[in-house]
């Protein structure tokens, strides 16, 4: 419309404002969205991860997320018992607590890499090498052999403890690099899996994170292939039938031998969500007010316009227009700026996420979808067009009923 | 016709009435046979756009908009948008000695004078019956005036319109065959209301 046009400083201020706005909406929602779908999807298929008697959240923090500390560990005859109950179909045990240049390590066995799911009970791939054949074999999660830039046979040191820089180093059993994973999206990049004899190896004449003796074991000795692990973290446990998980959860609360957690790692996923998950609807709402905020500013700029315009609209009244004529010019003309910036901006954040995405799955291990399309993201950009034009009512409406009268005397 | 009255004698106002954009309170309006106060607003918009054109002291064009787009504005509002509508403007334009090429200019980089003669040719492209003009002449000088009253009386050998003129100059009378002098009809009215 020319007459925008002839306005052009004022009319892209506010599209600007509203593009800005609707960016941050989309952007924000479109965030939200994907990351709830990552973070609930980071692990599936499991029917109970048990762990030390700990909470349920913290338990899921520290062997799915693997933030934090376990509290105790769980003895390898409990264990073996609890995988060797008729309802259990697979288990795989975690044992964490040692890292390598700031990524933890997972000592897991072959299991680990058959049942492990996530997202929509998608496996693990390799995209180099395989799973350990040796005791000191190592497997890279993908953002780990990135940006470590190692590639398969290299060897690695790992340190004890799960600092970024840990000044006591199992420096007597480097581990080889047998495989790297493709990405997941999920912590399991961002981790270096090894066996749990190779766990056991390296902890050989330590007790309470000090090394004691020299365990006098070299890469090559034979004893290495008899090691028994004596602990671990955690168990993710796949049951035959799904009907068995409360009794079996049940039973391992009460486990007479030891105080054990099993949890439900979707309703835990679930719980640990809604925390996170107040601060997202934070800030959403910030998102909307700051929406709000810039279509009020449409209209105060449609309606200060009316002043410079008192003549243009007079002139369409005395032409014959009727004054619904102008009621309509200026909702079309919010709309019209609506559209825009909604465009604008849906290209602008799906260009922004076209350039952020290789590098949030880099840093951030987020993996984001460029297309903003969920339900809601429709939804914000339904709301804003009817709030523009429900807002733009109130100056359509003034023009409206003032160029009722005195169309000749303003003119 | 001619209506003479000094500023604030309510020559606006009558012509507001005749327009229909003012509503009287009481009373009787016919134009062309029909009454106009008992029109909805709606049918007085329509009315308007089909048989009445005016023109005002200034600003007669949206601003922003090329000559041709203001008639083709005027033109839309009617009742049977004209298909010979390019025949007639640039009829219209040239019986009012304005060059065809002014139709692509925007109507703000016109003079007031090429201004008001578009404005006279944007009120008659509907083919009104009646010609409603608000002290066009009040914004331009002496020569231009001139001019101009020549070429509006000139029109009524294009389009056969009445045209009801309204100004304080004394000095345009002489155009016209009829004049109401406002000021007395006002003082007639006062007479009738003291009277009852």
């Given amino acids: 419309m020319s007459s925008l046009w002839s306005r052009r400083g004022s009319v892209l201020l506010t599209a600007a404002s509203l593009t800005i706005s609707m960016v941050i909406v989309i952007g924000v929602e479109h965030i939200r969205a994907q990351a709830e779908s990552s973070f609930v999807r980071t692990i599936s298929n499991v029917d109970l991860l048990v762990g030390a008697r700990t909470s349920q959240i913290n338990l899921l923090l520290y062997s799915v997320f693997r933030i934090g500390n376990a509290t105790n560990n769980i003895r390898w005859e409990s264990y073996e018992d609890i995988a ?14 040692d890292s390598h240049q700031g990524y933890r390590v997972l000592g897991t066995n072959l299991q680990y890499f058959e049942h492990f799911r996530y997202s929509d009970s998608q496996g693990l791939r390799f995209s180099e090498g395989g799973a350990f054949s040796a005791v000191l074999h190592a497997v890279l999660g993908s953002e780990v052999a990135n940006s470590l830039g190692y590639e398969l046979g290299e060897e690695i040191v790992l340190s004890h403890g799960i600092g970024n820089t840990s000044f006591v180093n199992h420096e007597n059993l480097p581990f080889t690099v047998s495989g790297i994973l493709a990405p997941t999206g999920t912590p399991v990049d961002r981790t270096i899996h090894v066996s749990l004899q190779g766990i056991e190896a390296i902890h050989l004449g330590w007790q309470n994170g ?13 004893r290495l292939a008899d090691l028994q692990p004596t602990q671990i973290t955690a168990v993710l446990l796949g049951l035959e039938t799904p009907m068995a998980v409360f009794g079996l959860q049940r039973a391992i609360n009460n486990y007479p031998r030891e105080p054990l957690t099993a949890i439900l790692p979707a309703v835990a996923l679930g719980e640990l969500w809604q925390i996170v998950g107040t601060l997202e609807g934070l800030l959403s709402i910030i998102s909307i007010l700051v ?105 359509a409406s003034i023009a409206y009923s003032r160029s009722l009268g005195h169309v000749l005397r303003s003119a | 016709m001619f209506l003479r009255g000094a500023s604030g004698s309510g020559k606006s106002t009558l012509l507001g009435l005749l327009a229909g954009t003012l509503t009287a309170q009481s009373g009787s309006l016919k134009i062309l046979g029909t009454e106009l106060i008992s029109l909805r607003p709606r049918e007085r918009d329509s009315f308007r756009a089909n048989h009445i054109g005016i023109v005002f002291q200034q600003f007669n064009l949206i601003p922003f908009l090329t000559v ?129």
């Fill in chain 1, 291 to 395: 929406l709000t905020a810039s279509l009020l500013g449409l209209s105060t700029m449609l309606l200060s316009s009316l002043r410079e315009r008192s003549r243009e609209l007079a002139l369409y009244r005395a032409i014959g227009a009727r004054p619904l004529f102008i009621l309509l010019i200026i909702e079309l003309e919010a709309l019209s700026l609506t559209l825009i910036s909604v465009c604008v901006s849906y290209l602008t954040v799906t260009a922004g996420l076209a350039l952020a995405q290789s590098w949030l799955s880099e840093n951030f291990a987020l993996v984001i979808g460029v297309w903003p399309s969920t339900t809601n993201i429709w939804l914000y950009i339904g709301g804003a067009i009817a709030a523009s034009a429900a807002l733009s009512l109130i100056p």
């Fill in chain 1, 210 to 222: 000090a090394q004691v003796a020299a365990s006098g074991l070299g890469p090559e000795d034979p």
């Fill in chain 2, 68 to 196: 041709a787009g203001n008639l083709r504005l005027a033109g839309s509002f009617s009742k049977e948008p004209r298909r010979d509508f390019r025949e007639k403007s640039e009829y219209l334009l040239q019986s009012l000695s304005l060059d065809l090429g002014l139709l692509q200019r925007r109507a703000d980089t016109l003079s007031v004078g090429q201004q008001q003669r578009v404005a006279i040719a944007r009120a008659l492209i509907n083919d009104p019956e009646l010609l409603l003009a608000d002290e066009p002449t009040s914004a331009l000088d002496a020569d231009t005036r001139d001019s101009f009253m020549c070429l509006l009386m000139s029109i009524r050998h294009v389009s056969d319109c009445t045209i009801i003129f309204a100004s304080h100059d004394r000095s345009l009378m002489k155009y016209f065959d009829t004049e109401i002098e406002l000021s007395e009809f006002n003082r007639a009215k006062k007479g009738l209301a003291s009277r009852v």
């Fill in chain 1, 84 to 97: 060797a109950r008729s309802e259990v179909s697979w288990s795989i045990p975690f044992s964490l607590g």
